[in-house]
């Protein structure tokens, strides 16, 4: 009489968390699964993004630069240790958020402050976690109220902003 050893079966599928964000680090439970024939199974990890292998055989992955914008599952593989084919789950995905700019140099506004001379301004800087480059959009104010069709990086004073005081928000 032969015994035949059982393959572990999944119940429930693991489950990551953790901070989907550039830089931040997910985590997964190992799922929960069940062996008839009372074997405890040893567990490793594959981490994907959109489907493509990313991640180290840890139950943990920082993510990086190279996954921003993409979608992140974790395959967890159950092994017996007693010759049954290797059982996996895969995770529900997890999308990595996009960050927002962080601005690290005020814009400059530049000119001659006179009616009739135009002022320009820098973008600042500003740097993002996750890679993009940002574009941007411009609002000159005057006395802290919106000119109205101001929104280029320049712009050519006129009366009405005779003894005010000039801003621009990037």
Do not use: M
């Not at 055989?57 to 593989?77: C, G, P, Q």
């Amino acid at each position: 009489l032969t015994v035949l050893n059982t393959a572990p079966v999944n119940t429930i599928l693991p489950v990551i968390s953790g901070t989907a964000a550039v830089g931040g680090t997910l985590s997964t439970t190992d799922g929960t699964w069940t062996d008839a024939d009372g074997d405890v199974p040893t567990y490793s990890y594959q981490w994907k993004a959109n489907g493509s292998n990313v991640g180290t055989d840890t139950n943990s992955y920082t993510l990086t630069v190279s996954e921003a914008h993409k979608t992140i599952t974790v395959v967890v593989t159950a092994d017996d240790g007693n010759g049954s084919a290797d059982q996996t789950a895969t995770s529900a995905g997890t999308a990595v958020s996009n960050s927002a700019p962080v601005n690290t140099v005020l814009p400059v506004i530049s000119g001659a402050v006179f009616i009739d001379s135009t002022l320009s301004t820098t973008g600042g800087t500003w740097s993002d976690a996750d890679g993009d480059t940002p574009t941007y959009s411009y609002q000159w104010k005057a006395d802290g109220v919106n000119i109205t069709g101001a929104t280029a990086s320049s712009y050519l004073l006129t009366n009405a902003e005779a003894s005010t005081t000039i801003t621009v928000v990037v």
